[in-house]
């Protein structure tokens, strides 16, 4: 069992940043690969990025390329979305998941465990 607690959305001007994090606590941190997803009113849980084991990696969709950036911090059990140059699209509630095997890093139904989400809400 994996517990995860998203943290640090809130209201911000269109054009700044906001870093998001996500505390794990339970089974070990390291054997699970970490994504996060964003989900507005209305719409499906949407992809966000992906961190893979150990180290920075990244993958996330062409619309968020160069503005959102995933890493993990496994001394701390925690990973972190670094979100630049927000848009008003970009509002919505942010959720970080995780899996040990995530067959596509982009579809939800791959993470086994997920947090109760974290709202971010950009004024333009």
């Known amino acids: 069992q994996v517990q995860l607690v998203e943290s640090g959305g809130g209201l911000v001007q269109a054009g700044g940043s906001l870093r998001l994090s996500c505390a794990a606590s339970?089974?070990?941190?390291?054997?699970?690969?970490m994504g996060w997803f964003r989900q507005a009113p209305g719409k499906a849980r949407e992809f966000v990025a992906f961190?893979?084991?150990?180290?920075?990696?990244?993958s996330s969709t062409d619309s968020m390329k160069g503005r959102f950036t995933a890493s993990r911090d496994s001394a701390k059990n925690t990973v972190y979305l670094q979100m630049n140059n927000l848009k008003s699209e970009d509002t919505a509630v942010y959720y970080c998941?995780?899996?040990?095997?995530?067959?596509?890093?982009?579809?939800?139904?791959?993470?086994?465990?997920w947090g109760q989400g974290t709202q971010v809400t950009v004024s333009s």
């Open positions: 998941a995780a899996a040990r095997n995530p067959g596509v890093v982009s579809d939800p139904d791959s993470y086994d465990y």
């Open positions: 339970g089974r070990a941190f390291s054997d699970y690969r």
């Open positions: 961190t893979g084991f150990g180290g920075r990696t990244t």
